[in-house]
């Protein structure tokens, strides 16, 4: 058997925000129709190492590709690849070696694709809570959707703040430290097992979660949940580690409120409301993304 | 990012049945003891190609290496790999495009570890139920292990008997088409969703089932764990879709009475009763397995 291993060079050749957000797209809107396949993920955790692997697997019908991916953190450093087999035999048809940018991609279309679904369209500022790599990527793949002026920034380190102002000041845009003082859009990045601070929710009438995707974790909090207008990428999914859960099992929302975030994407939403988008990141979604990527290369 | 792919000709080179059988019994000590990681394994189902895709993942403590295998089944056409992982840093070691054979082996080596473990020493005429791979290789790979004299055969299809008994006698055994009268040693290996014949199970005082690894199957008469040492690979996975779950259910034996099969290998067992080992295939032998054969390689 040969099979082909496919870099991350030229991944990022045919891996254009055009390409993922059409995957992304189309992954959301068939996982909300139920035409998806994703198991449960797996986990396996090296306590000595500071690592975990998580393998997620996903397929989108109609697709010509499957994909597994496993995805592994160890101390602090990700690492990982999708194999990708063929759907209607069951050859597997290369892996892709992307060093964990196709996740990060996909992470970023989807946060950007509902964020800009649902925040009003003249809301030209955003708060972003985190200074990690989806903090910056979720400002810009935003930007590809709607024009974007101010970006506000919140961190628990002020060198990492200042350094993610930055990166977005070279992208042209006016970053400054003050999400604690509100906006209307704000996208939450956190690993956080604790709320993050309520000042910056003050003033939102979107919120996009796209940073507690395990058990354990937590990053808004549960009152910007009340009275909201409440998008899931995956019901099951976000009730068992997700935002949603956490305010669920507060109290704060029934847990059938949660409209699909792919029926959002299709079919718009009801406006007036606070709304609240929680993502925990889909097999799908991983599935769409390779499967797109390795037809343009086979073409 | 390289990864090297190894393929069957490289794999077969290194892994010996002596490999295998000491990688797999110490996979099945760890597994009693606790000492593995195995999460639950993932299911994609294509129902428009007839097919099927399993993924699972095993860890052995102390191992250089994790594995996540992906094996698919299309159209009854077996297909797969293994992915090595260093469990020190999480960075994909290989793929080992094994053709599904080093489950097989490892199958092999399990059942055949734990047939010989539990049959008295002086048994060498064993039957085999089942005319697929695994029956011929539970018998070969048994013969590595102990003396074998005769081996009766049964299956549906006469036309598979004929063809299996010729195998086994161009391997120098006398092999016949007559395991319903019944051996002290039972192997069977079958996809049953029903009980076998019990004439097979007569004259029985050990039992090996290696063929329900899925919920739905089942191959062995409940009856032949009644009274009996009762030793499983895992205890949950059995109880949830082996046979001895099926006995349980059927109110033949208590859900705690089984011993697992890595405390039988390392402690031996009390006489004197019949005894039935059920394999559901764990993913710490294809773990411990895998890593064996790449440690051999990377060498």
């Known amino acids: 058997m040969t099979l082909p291993v496919i870099g ?10 055009s390409l993922v957000f059409t995957a992304v797209r189309h992954a959301l809107i068939a996982h909300a129709e139920g035409r998806t396949s994703v198991p449960a993920p797996m986990v396996l955790d090296f306590p000595a190492h500071a690592g975990d692997c998580h393998v997620k697997a996903g397929y989108v019908e109609g697709s010509p590709y499957f994909v597994v991916k496993v995805a592994s953190t ?40 509902i964020t800009d679904a649902m925040t009003p369209v003249d809301v030209d ?29 919140w961190g628990r380190r002020p060198s990492a703040v200042d350094g993610l102002c930055a990166a977005l000041a070279a992208d042209g845009l006016d970053a400054r430290p003050d999400a604690l003082a509100g906006a209307k859009c704000v996208i939450a990045t956190t690993a956080a097992r604790e709320a993050l601070p309520s000042a910056a929710f003050r003033s939102a009438v ?15 909090p549960v009152e910007v949940f009340a009275g909201a207008v409440v998008a899931t990428d995956d019901h099951e999914q976000c009730l068992d580690h997700g935002d949603f859960g956490n305010a669920v099992r507060a109290g704060v929302v029934a847990d059938d409120v949660d409209l699909a975030i792919g029926a959002v994407l ?6 007036g409301r606070r709304s609240v988008a929680d993502l ?3 097999g799908a979604a991983d599935a769409a993304v390779a499967a797109a990527v390795l037809a343009q290369l086979v073409r």
Chains 1, 2 share one sequence.
């Open 280 to 282: 925990t990141g889909i």
């Open 125 to 153: 500022e955003v708060a972003v809570l985190g200074t990690g790599e989806q903090a910056l990527m979720q400002v810009q793949w935003l930007r590809e959707l709607r024009p974007l002026r101010r970006v506000k920034v």
């Open 206 to 220: 979107h919120v996009t979660g796209i940073g507690t995707d395990m058990p354990g974790k937590g990053e808004l």
């Open 266 to 271: 299709r079919d718009g939403m009801e406006r």
């Open 8 to 17: 991350l060079a030229e991944i990022s050749r045919v891996a254009t925000p």
């Open 74 to 113: 160890f101390a602090s450093v990700n690492n990982g690849l999708m194999l990708v087999v063929d759907a209607t035999n069951g050859t597997p048809a290369a892996v892709l070696a992307d060093e964990g940018k196709l996740t990060a991609w996909r992470t970023a279309a989807a946060g950007a694709l």
